[in-house]
């Protein structure tokens, strides 16, 4: 069956600018991840939705990110003002709710930010 | 949710079984254990998990050590495809919903 897909795949943007990285969780998922990933490192926590509400943001690095999903379904998360230092790889991950969950991910969108 | 531990790095040849330790010794008792490997340029992808008992999937094998305190990833037969960063990942289980907390993990190089 069909993945996490995310879009763009990469995404070039000069610095102050805004972007928006789409998340389509896989169907039926009713929780969805956000990570950032640097290079050399391993994925860290951003912000996780159950349903249509942000549920936990607490990794979220200051307010120039936000992320909504208006239906529970599809992502956004949006970065504005972008720094060189929000150039990383976001990545998104869904999971049915029920316990244990298991989180799939998606290939993420790599954001280079001149 | 516990820390974990993992060597940085390690080699395996081709057809061999790849045995990826993890040291999880502040684990407790609702925590499972996770496995995930990120091959390059691609997102984590979900390996096998488990509580108390060994499993085995259709990837790999997990076995857990009685005091829980440790566990080692088994890859039977490596391939060359198995090439990645292996993340041993310890996780609460208080509901769903909880986030994955990636460390260093282990870079796995299958040499022909």
């Known amino acids: 069956g069909a993945g996490v897909s995310q879009t763009p795949s990469n995404k070039v943007t000069e610095k102050g600018k805004y972007v928006e990285l789409r998340c389509d969780p896989i169907s039926g998922h009713t929780a969805l991840y956000w990570y950032r990933q640097s290079l050399g490192q391993g994925p860290e926590f951003l912000i996780y939705f159950q349903g249509t509400g942000a549920a936990d943001d607490s990794g979220l690095p200051n307010d120039r990110f936000f992320a909504v999903r208006p239906e529970g379904s599809v992502s956004t998360l949006k970065i504005q003002r972008t720094e060189r230092g929000d150039s990383a790889v976001y990545l998104c991950?869904?999971?049915?709710?029920?316990?244990?969950?298991?989180?799939?991910f998606g290939p993420g969108t790599r954001l280079t930010v001149l | 949710d516990a820390k974990t531990t993992q060597p940085p790095s390690m080699d395996c040849a081709e057809g061999r079984a790849a045995n990826l330790p993890c040291n999880h010794s502040t684990i407790s008792g609702n925590e499972y254990v996770y496995w995930y490997r990120q091959i390059h340029s691609q997102g984590p992808q979900y390996i096998i998990h488990g509580l108390k008992n060994n499993e085995t999937n259709e990837m790999a094998s997990l076995i857990i050590t009685e005091d829980r305190k440790s566990s080692t990833l088994i890859l039977p037969h490596a391939t060359l495809r198995d090439t990645a960063v292996y993340y041993c990942i310890v996780r609460g289980y208080n509901n769903a919903g909880n986030m994955l907390t990636f460390g260093g993990g282990t870079r796995l190089m299958v040499k022909p």
């Open positions: 991950a869904s999971s049915a709710f029920m316990t244990p969950d298991t989180q799939y």
